[in-house]
């Protein structure tokens, strides 16, 4: 495996752009699979794009995890949040490793074009499989421009020997993506 840099937080408003809301809406992208009420682990929140989408969708009755292994991508998701008049209840987690440690299991996980940076793709799968409920999905997207084809097929088969199921390969401008579930 290639080893890929983190996105610094400089990039953090190119990731919040107009145009990056209008080709990866988080509604569009992901209604198909989370409902009110759930309760959703954001792998990689960065500045809170999947976050806030997603906080919309479940409702104050569901919970997010906003995860990431920066301190500052943490606050500046945090600020988007405080924006707004949403009640969804957010926990904010920084995490130095591949899975947040909490107590509850969780109906999706969302790793948009995060897996690539993870230390360990492994240790990712295996602590997601763990903490996702039976019939609950995970979505990962990975970016055409930084990993290829190849690298791709590799983070499928790490990801199916913890025991994920494929659902499916669902098509998103400048992305690779799949959906497994449990």
Request: net charge positive; with cysteine; proline share 5%.
């Amino acid at each position: 495996m290639t080893e890929h840099s983190i996105c610094p937080v400089s990039k953090a408003k190119k990731l919040n752009s107009w145009w990056r809301k209008m080709i990866h809406s988080p509604k569009r992208l992901l209604k198909k699979y989370i409902r009110k009420g759930n309760t959703v682990v954001d792998m990689g929140c960065g500045p809170g794009l999947f976050t806030l989408g997603i906080a919309k969708m479940i409702g104050k009755t569901g919970k997010i995890y906003a995860v990431d292994i920066q301190k500052e991508m943490l606050e500046l998701t945090k600020e988007q949040i405080n924006k707004t008049n949403i009640s969804t209840p957010i926990e904010y987690i920084l995490c130095n490793n591949s899975f947040p440690k909490i107590a509850e299991y969780v109906d999706f996980i969302l790793a948009f074009f995060v897996v690539h940076e993870l230390p360990s793709m492994s240790e990712f799968f295996k602590l997601a499989y763990q903490k996702l409920k039976p019939g609950g999905f995970c979505y990962i997207a990975e970016p055409i421009f930084h990993v290829n084809e190849k690298e791709f097929q590799d983070t499928l088969e790490i990801a199916k020997t913890t025991g994920f199921k494929l659902k499916e390969f669902p098509r998103v401008l400048l992305s690779r993506v799949v959906v497994f579930y449990k």
